[in-house]
C-alpha cells in the first residue's frame, strides 16, 4: 500500500501533471504468469500537458523509484503503472499502444476506472460501463474476481483525512 501511495505522489508530482481523482483501491488475484499472491490495485485520473510518451516516461520513473524489475512476463513486480488511455487518443505505436491493448479485457483496471468515472469512454472500443459488464459475464471462472478493500484509501497529494 505504501508502494501505490509513494506512485500515486510521485505520479502527481510530474511536470504538466494535474490530478483529477484516485480510485478505491482493489485486491485482486494474478491473471496469467507464475503463481504469485494477490496484487492492490488502483486507477489514477490525470490532466496531463504534453505527450503521451512524456506521461509514460513519468510512469516508468515511478516503477524505477519503487525498484521495479521486469524479469518474467506477468510475474511479482512491486509495482506496475501503466498509461491506459490518453484522452481520445488512439495510437499503435508499439512502445505506447494507445489505448492500451488488453485494458478492455482487464475488470482490475476497468472496475475502478468506473468507480472515478461513471461515463468513462476507453476510445476507439467502448463506454467502460459496458466493457466492465462483458468482463463479468465471459468471466464464469471468477478469475477476474476483485474485493474493494474499504480499509485502504490512496489519498491525492494535499487531500486531508477523512474521518468516518
Known sequence: ????????????AGRGVTPVVVSPVYETAPVGGPEQGAFLNAVLVVDAEGEPKELLEL?????????????????????DVDVIAFGGLTDDDPELTLPHPRAHLRAFVLRPWLDTDPAAV???????????????????????????????RLRLPGEADRVG
Not at 500500500?1 to 502527481?12: F, N, R, S
Not at 463506454?127 to 474476481?145: K, N, T
Open 1 to 12: 500500500m505504501a508502494t501505490l501511495q509513494g506512485a500515486v505522489d510521485l505520479l502527481a
Open 59 to 79: 510512469a516508468r520513473s515511478a516503477e524505477r523509484a519503487f525498484e521495479r524489475v521486469r524479469e518474467v512476463r506477468w510475474g511479482p513486480r512491486t509495482l
Open 122 to 152: 476507453l476510445p476507439g472500443r467502448a463506454p467502460v460501463a459496458a466493457l466492465l459488464a462483458g468482463v463479468e459475464e465471459a468471466d464464469a471462472g471468477g478469475e477476474q474476481r476483485l474485493t474493494r478493500r474499504e480499509d485502504l
